[in-house]
């Protein structure tokens, strides 16, 4: 099981990854900015395009790393897939 921290305990790690529901996010920023240290990075992974911006109006940008994720999947009627197109 992982160690779960506080943000005050997570204070000044080197790598922090937000993945959270988008409307969790406003909530979860004052955390955020409680865990970043002088060096950490922040990498957000969430869909949407603008959670970064929304991180940096706590914290500063310099410790925001863009990041994208795409999710390899398709759906055809029941059956979903990771690798295989379906036409």
């Given at each position: 099981?992982?160690?779960?921290?506080?943000?005050?305990?997570?204070?000044?790690?080197?790598?922090?990854?937000?993945?959270?529901?988008?409307?969790?996010?406003?909530?979860?920023?004052?955390?955020?900015?409680?865990?970043?240290?002088?060096?950490?990075?922040?990498?957000s992974l969430m869909n949407g395009v603008d959670s970064e911006e929304i991180i940096s109006e706590k914290v500063d940008a310099s410790h925001i790393l863009h990041s994208l994720i795409k999710v390899a999947s398709c759906r055809y009627r029941l059956t979903f897939s990771c690798d295989r197109i379906y036409s």
């Amino acid at each position: 099981h992982p160690e779960v921290w506080t943000p005050s305990e997570a204070n000044g790690v080197d790598l922090l990854i937000v993945s959270l529901k988008y409307g969790a996010l406003p909530g979860a920023v004052d955390s955020i900015k409680e865990a970043v240290g002088d060096n950490t990075i922040i990498m957000s992974l969430m869909n949407g395009v603008d959670s970064e911006e929304i991180i940096s109006e706590k914290v500063d940008a310099s410790h925001i790393l863009h990041s994208l994720i795409k999710v390899a999947s398709c759906r055809y009627r029941l059956t979903f897939s990771c690798d295989r197109i379906y036409s």
